[in-house]
T-cell receptor, first 113, second 111 residues
Framework: KAGVTQTPRYLIKTRGQQVTLSCSPI?????VSWYQQTPGQGLQFLFE???????NKGNFPGRFSGRQFSNSRSEMNVSTLELGDSALYLC????????????FGSGTRLTVV | QQPVQSPQAVILREGEDAVINCSSS?????VHWYRQKHGEAPIFLMI?????EQKGHDKISASFNEKKQQSSLYLTASQLSYSGTYFC????????????FGAGTRLFVKA
């Protein structure tokens, strides 16, 4: 079956702009999580959505937001971009029955200039 | 609350064994292990639930000591394909999923 799909793969934005990233989870997976990965900070948890509701949130400023649609697809939005937001943003979906881990997408590489 | 992984990096020769440790200060519900190769997404290896179970597939196994909130990943008879960065992810019992990852252990296997 198809994996987790993230679009776009690469983005270059200017400071102050906003950006929207998209994630399509594995069919049947209703939980979608977002992570920011940087060389210095590793994988940092942003938030988790399930059935269109945010269930958990990490320690990121309010400029980072997300949502989930009824088909489980998710979007992440970052407003007023800062240079420090440059990172690889990973989306991961997970089954909610059984003991399984995350399936990650290939990520969106965001560069803020 | 980020779990602590050790060592930070390790270099092995093919066929050697390695152990990667992960410890948390919180009471854990589960521990995950992932491997990420350069330029690729992390790949799920295994999940261990509280109860002290041990799991494994192929020559990679892991244990979870619930009392100490520690998990260890064991790689035996390492292969070149084992090279990458290994992350542990820890979860506490909460509504939904919130997995916090360690900083990673870089493993390099040379011929």
């Amino acid at each position: 079956k198809a994996g987790v799909t993230q679009t776009p793969r690469y983005l270059i934005k200017t400071r102050g702009q906003q950006v929207t990233l998209s994630c399509s989870p594995i069919s049947g997976h209703r939980s979608v999580s977002w992570y920011q990965q940087t060389p210095g900070q590793g994988l940092q948890f942003l938030f988790e959505y399930f059935s269109e509701t945010q269930r958990n949130k990490g320690n990121f400023p309010g400029r980072f937001s997300g949502r989930q649609f009824s088909n489980s697809r998710s979007e992440m939005n970052v407003s007023t971009l800062e240079l420090g937001d440059s990172a690889l943003y990973l989306c991961a979906s997970r089954a909610t029955t059984g003991n399984y881990g995350y399936t990650f997408g290939s990520g969106t590489r965001l560069t803020v200039v | 609350q980020q779990p602590v992984q050790s060592p930070q990096a390790v270099i092995l020769r093919e066929g050697e064994d390695a152990v990667i440790n992960c410890s948390s200060s919180k009471a854990l519900y589960s521990v995950h292990w992932y491997r990420q190769k350069h330029g690729e997404a992390p790949i799920f290896l295994m999940i261990l639930l509280k109860g002290g179970e041990q799991k494994g597939h192929d020559k990679i196994s892991a244990s979870f000591n619930e009392k100490k909130q520690q998990s260890s990943l064991y790689l035996t008879a390492s292969q070149l394909s084992y090279s990458g960065t290994y992350f542990c992810g820890t979860e506490i019992a909460t509504g939904g999923f919130k997995t916090i990852f360690g900083a990673g252990t870089r493993l390099f296997v040379k011929a």
